[in-house]
């Protein structure tokens, strides 16, 4: 049985900073890519970051230079660091896996964790 479980979100102050993580079960992890997806209030769901079993990585323009995913395959985790938050990066963060970064979301999704942003 695959799970995806998200943790970390939380209230953060506008400039501060969040690491989430995301420990994936029940799958070959190495082989997949992996990454996030975040979903704001009124908003479409969205590709935030996403990470091959290579370790090449994808940003949405938003957040480059501000934020780094990375992931230990050691222990099934994928991470985002996320630094100078903003409030408009204020939404529900989902995890997922697929194939490749393009394909990500064929696969398990995790219940979410809340990133609020706000002074």
């Known amino acids: 049985q695959v799970q995806v479980v998200e943790s970390g979100g939380g209230l953060v102050q506008p400039g501060g900073s969040l690491r989430l993580s995301c420990a994936v079960s029940g799958i070959f992890f190495n082989i997949y890519a992996v990454g996030w997806y975040r979903q704001a209030p009124g908003k479409q769901r969205e590709l935030v970051a996403g990470?091959?079993?290579?370790?090449?990585?994808n940003y949405t323009d938003s957040v480059k230079e501000r934020f780094t995913i990375s992931r230990d395959n050691a222990k099934n985790t994928v991470y985002l660091q996320m630094n100078s938050l903003k409030r408009e990066d204020t939404a529900v963060y989902y995890c997922?896996?697929?194939?490749?970064?393009?394909?990500?979301?064929?696969?398990?999704w995790g219940q979410g964790t809340q990133v609020t942003v706000s002074s």
């Open positions: 990470i091959t079993r290579h370790g090449s990585t």
């Open positions: 997922t896996y697929g194939p490749t970064i393009s394909s990500m979301g064929r696969g398990s």
